[in-house]
C-alpha cells in the first residue's frame, strides 16, 4: 500500500518513495578496482574489474562514485540530441513516446550525484529538454483526464512514466468514478422511462378492453 496516502479516491507515493523505488534501477559503470562479486538480495552483482563495465543497481553505483571507485556512464537516453528528438516527437504526436519508467528520478539522482564528480554533458540543456518534455507531456495528460470527465468512455494514457502515473491516479480514480455515476444515474432512468410507457400501454390496453 502507498506511503503517500491512503485516500480511497486513488492512493499516492511521495516522491521519495518513487525515487527509492528508482534506486534500483540498472545503469552501467566502470570500476577502477577488482573485487569478487557482491552477493545482495536481488542477486549477485560483479565480479568488479578495473576497465570493464558492468550494470548495477543506480543507488551502488553512486555509492561507488562517492567513493572514488568507479565512473558512471549516463544512459543512452540522457543525451541532447536524444531528448531533442523525444521533445519534437512529442509535440508533432498525439501519444506518449516510450521513455524508460523511471526517467525522471533516474535524470533528478544523476543529476544530484554531479557534485560527486559524475560526468553528465550538457547538464544544463538536458535540464531544460526535460523540464520541456515532462511539460509536453503534461499538458497531454490534462487533454486525457478532461476527456475522461466528458462522456468519453476511455481514454489512452499509454507510456506514462511513474512520476506521471503516479500523478493522475487520484484524478483518474476520481472522474472514472464521476463516469460511472453518470452512466448509472442515466440508465435508472432509462429503465424508469421503460417502465412508466410500460404501465402506460397497458392502462390503455385496459381502457379499450
Same mark, same amino acid.
Given at each position: 500500500m502507498a506511503g503517500g496516502s491512503g485516500d480511497s479516491k486513488g492512493a499516492v507515493f511521495l #516522491? $521519495?518513495?518513487i525515487e527509492f523505488i528508482a534506486e534500483n534501477e540498472p545503469v552501467s559503470i566502470v570500476p577502477n578496482f577488482r573485487s569478487d562479486a557482491l552477493h545482495l538480495h536481488a542477486g549477485d552483482i560483479g565480479p568488479f574489474r578495473?576497465? %570493464?563495465p558492468l550494470q548495477v543497481p543506480l543507488w551502488l553505483a553512486i555509492a561507488l562514485k562517492k567513493? +572514488?571507485?568507479c565512473s558512471i556512464q549516463p544512459p543512452p537516453w540522457l543525451a541532447a540530441d536524444r531528448l531533442t528528438e523525444i521533445l519534437e516527437a512529442e509535440r508533432e504526436n498525439e501519444g506518449f513516446q516510450p521513455m524508460p519508467f523511471h526517467f525522471i528520478?533516474?535524470?533528478?539522482?544523476? @543529476? $544530484?550525484a554531479e557534485k560527486h564528480g559524475v560526468d553528465i554533458p550538457d547538464t544544463y540543456k538536458l535540464r531544460a529538454l526535460l523540464?520541456?518534455?515532462?511539460? !509536453?507531456? @503534461?499538458?497531454? %495528460?490534462?487533454? /486525457?483526464?478532461?476527456?475522461? /470527465?466528458?462522456?468519453?468512455? *476511455? !481514454?489512452?494514457? !499509454?507510456?506514462?512514466s511513474a512520476m506521471e502515473a503516479n500523478l493522475v491516479r487520484? @484524478? @483518474?480514480?476520481? +472522474?472514472?468514478?464521476? !463516469?460511472?455515476?453518470? #452512466?448509472? *444515474? +442515466?440508465? +435508472?432512468q432509462q429503465e424508469e422511462t421503460q417502465g412508466q410507457g410500460q404501465q402506460a400501454g397497458q392502462s390503455q390496453g385496459g381502457e379499450e378492453s
Amino acid at each position: 500500500m502507498a506511503g503517500g496516502s491512503g485516500d480511497s479516491k486513488g492512493a499516492v507515493f511521495l #516522491e $521519495s518513495e518513487i525515487e527509492f523505488i528508482a534506486e534500483n534501477e540498472p545503469v552501467s559503470i566502470v570500476p577502477n578496482f577488482r573485487s569478487d562479486a557482491l552477493h545482495l538480495h536481488a542477486g549477485d552483482i560483479g565480479p568488479f574489474r578495473p576497465q %570493464i563495465p558492468l550494470q548495477v543497481p543506480l543507488w551502488l553505483a553512486i555509492a561507488l562514485k562517492k567513493r +572514488a571507485k568507479c565512473s558512471i556512464q549516463p544512459p543512452p537516453w540522457l543525451a541532447a540530441d536524444r531528448l531533442t528528438e523525444i521533445l519534437e516527437a512529442e509535440r508533432e504526436n498525439e501519444g506518449f513516446q516510450p521513455m524508460p519508467f523511471h526517467f525522471i528520478e533516474m535524470s533528478q539522482l544523476l @543529476f $544530484s550525484a554531479e557534485k560527486h564528480g559524475v560526468d553528465i554533458p550538457d547538464t544544463y540543456k538536458l535540464r531544460a529538454l526535460l523540464q520541456d518534455i515532462r511539460d !509536453v507531456r @503534461f499538458n497531454k %495528460i490534462h487533454q /486525457g483526464l478532461k476527456k475522461l /470527465g466528458s462522456a468519453t468512455n *476511455a !481514454v489512452k494514457l !499509454v507510456n506514462l512514466s511513474a512520476m506521471e502515473a503516479n500523478l493522475v491516479r487520484p @484524478f @483518474f480514480c476520481t +472522474a472514472l468514478k464521476e !463516469v460511472m455515476r453518470r #452512466e448509472a *444515474a +442515466a440508465l +435508472a432512468q432509462q429503465e424508469e422511462t421503460q417502465g412508466q410507457g410500460q404501465q402506460a400501454g397497458q392502462s390503455q390496453g385496459g381502457e379499450e378492453s
